[in-house]
């Protein structure tokens, strides 16, 4: 029976990476997750077992350390950059690379000024907020790079309403004109930095404003659904990111139902000291895609497969 190889790639996931740069007494932490996979003429490998254009994923892991070592890690985009480029151009058979990294945030533990002074700053807790993602893909010619966040747990009290929806005979959800809108937000951001030669983003410095942005717009939206959120916040990263051209959120809404409310009476939508039932399934998933007009979609509508 005739068969052919189809889309396949290979390398280490998960390579956990950690480097501390010292400044003194003063320490910086960078926490990185990295899985690296590689494609190109892999014919051979699948069909006869020949090893010869394999170049060994112990290697890859080997590299992803050296690297950190020799040049630092000094965003998780620029690391991700710098892996591709030298999979593809060390070697023949490698055409592509793909480089997705996580990176956890550790804050500093404040210390007395005296223990300060004595033993420096090398003392962190981990970030609770969300984790920050990256994927660089180069194929020798352009770049694509994506960088992103999950888990990142945002609520508003109050200015969030949802009615006027379609109703059928299975319909049963009340209007409310005050309720509590609460997510955990995925997103991927694509930048518009596609090849060598053009002006590179300070990778550290969207990444924070990209961030912000993206929490401004949720809180600043008084929202007659999450969906209109959701484009909101899509839109203003677009509007004062020239460097980013395509936004991706998968938002699950954070169901808060009131307990034992009164829609008419005093304990009803909004009432103060209103206490509610926070579910965790099942959850609406409110997901879209926000462009600069006349950009292409390229991030895939399933985040959980990037
Ligand atoms: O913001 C919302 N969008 C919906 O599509 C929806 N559906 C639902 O039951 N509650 C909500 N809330």
């Given at each position: 029976?005739?068969?052919?190889?189809?889309?396949?790639?290979?390398?280490?996931?998960e390579?956990?990476?950690?480097?501390?740069?010292?400044?003194?007494?003063?320490?910086?932490?960078?926490?990185?997750?990295?899985?690296?996979?590689?494609?190109?003429?892999?014919?051979?490998?699948?069909?006869?077992?020949?090893?010869?254009?394999?170049?060994?994923?112990?290697?890859t892991?080997?590299?992803?350390?050296?690297?950190?070592?020799?040049?630092?890690?000094?965003?998780?985009?620029?690391?991700?950059?710098?892996?591709?480029?030298?999979?593809?151009?060390?070697?023949?058979?490698?055409?592509?690379?793909?480089?997705?990294?996580?990176?956890?945030?550790?804050?500093?533990?404040?210390?007395?000024?005296?223990?300060?002074?004595?033993?420096?700053?090398?003392?962190?807790?981990?970030?609770?907020?969300e984790?920050?993602?990256?994927?660089?893909t180069?194929?020798?010619?352009?770049?694509?790079?994506?960088?992103?966040?999950?888990?990142?747990?945002?609520?508003?009290?109050?200015?969030?309403?949802?009615?006027?929806?379609?109703?059928?005979?299975?319909?049963?959800?009340?209007?409310?004109?005050?309720?509590?809108?609460?997510?955990?937000?995925?997103?991927?951001?694509?930048?518009?930095?596609?090849?060598?030669?053009?002006?590179?983003?300070?990778?550290?410095?969207?990444?924070?404003?990209?961030?912000?942005?993206?929490?401004?717009?949720?809180?600043?939206?008084?929202?007659?659904?999450?969906q209109?959120?959701?484009?909101?916040?899509?839109?203003?990263?677009?509007?004062?990111?020239?460097?980013?051209?395509?936004?991706?959120?998968?938002?699950?809404n954070?169901?808060?139902?009131?307990?034992?409310?009164?829609?008419?009476?005093?304990?009803?939508?909004?009432?103060?000291?209103?206490?509610?039932?926070?579910?965790?399934?099942?959850?609406?998933?409110?997901?879209?895609?926000v462009?600069?007009?006349?950009?292409?979609?390229?991030?895939?509508?399933?985040?959980?497969?990037?």
């Amino acid at each position: 029976m005739p068969t052919m190889l189809g889309q396949n790639q290979y390398g280490k996931a998960e390579i956990r990476v950690v480097r501390i740069t010292r400044d003194g007494a003063t320490h910086h932490i960078k926490d990185l997750n990295v899985s690296v996979a590689l494609s190109g003429d892999m014919e051979d490998v699948h069909r006869s077992g020949s090893n010869a254009n394999v170049l060994p994923t112990d290697t890859t892991k080997n590299t992803v350390f050296a690297f950190a070592r020799e040049h630092g890690i000094e965003s998780a985009e620029q690391f991700g950059i710098h892996l591709a480029r030298h999979f593809v151009t060390s070697q023949e058979p490698l055409h592509r690379a793909r480089v997705r990294i996580e990176e956890y945030a550790w804050d500093r533990i404040a210390t007395s000024g005296a223990h300060r002074r004595e033993r420096g700053e090398h003392s962190f807790v981990r970030r609770g907020q969300e984790t920050r993602l990256a994927q660089v893909t180069y194929d020798g010619e352009r770049w694509e790079v994506v960088s992103g966040l999950r888990d990142l747990a945002v609520l508003n009290s109050t200015d969030s309403e949802f009615h006027g929806f379609a109703r059928d005979r299975y319909t049963t959800l009340e209007e409310t004109r005050d309720r509590v809108l609460a997510t955990s937000v995925t997103a991927r951001w694509r930048f518009n930095w596609t090849e060598d030669g053009q002006a590179m983003p300070d990778w550290e410095t969207s990444y924070e404003h990209t961030k912000r942005h993206l929490l401004r717009a949720f809180a600043e939206t008084y929202s007659l659904s999450l969906q209109q959120t959701v484009y909101r916040m899509g839109a203003r990263i677009i509007e004062h990111r020239d460097e980013v051209d395509e936004v991706r959120f998968s938002l699950p809404n954070r169901h808060h139902f009131q307990v034992d409310p009164e829609p008419s009476g005093p304990d009803g939508d909004g009432a103060d000291g209103a206490v509610y039932f926070a579910a965790d399934r099942p959850y609406g998933l409110i997901e879209a895609t926000v462009l600069r007009e006349g950009c292409e979609a390229l991030i895939p509508a399933d985040l959980t497969n990037l």
